[in-house]
């Protein structure tokens, strides 16, 4: 993206959440952003060093405000200084199992599915004698 065609908030709102750690280093390079900018985002009396144009930071800003990104701080440095940003929101799929219509919780539907039958015997209790009994008949069945 060139420097005259800047992000939309609708864009970068979708390249915050379609991923689930962004740093702020990689915004910079997707959006083709001045790596020496630096503006300042606040949020409930915190405010925080961020490495975007003032644009940019206003509408993380307000994602952050709004609960949509939420934003890590450095530990390295004693100003609270933004290294990265997540998204909020918990993808459908991770909270309903049946979302995608497989049942199986994996949204491509390649996933381990659980047999059925396997599912009903490990639910019943085993009786141990029994049990042993099956096995030394069948190890004593005679093949030819």
């Known amino acids: 993206m060139s420097a005259n065609k800047r992000p939309s908030t609708s864009s970068l709102r979708r390249y915050l959440t379609s991923r689930p750690y962004l740093s702020v280093a990689d915004v910079r390079r997707r959006f083709g952003l001045d790596p020496d900018a630096m503006s300042v985002v606040s949020r409930n009396g915190t405010a925080a060093y961020i490495g975007l ?3 940019e930071a ?4 307000d994602l952050w405000q709004r609960d949509e990104v939420g934003v890590e701080l450095s530990v390295e440095v004693k100003a609270p200084v933004v290294v990265g940003v997540y998204p909020m929101r918990i993808a459908r799929f991770v909270n309903d199992p049946t979302a995608h219509g497989n049942g199986t919780g994996y949204v491509n539907g390649n996933g ?11 639910a019943a209790p085993v009786d141990q004698d029994a049990w042993a009994a099956s096995r030394a ?3 004593d069945t005679p093949t030819e």
């Not at 206003?58 to 800003?61: S, V």
């Not at 381990?112 to 490990?122: K, L």
């Open 137 to 139: 008949t069948a190890d």
């Open 58 to 61: 206003t509408k993380l800003q």
């Open 53 to 55: 144009p003032e644009r």
């Open 112 to 122: 381990r599915h659980p047999d059925p039958e396997r599912s009903a015997q490990s």
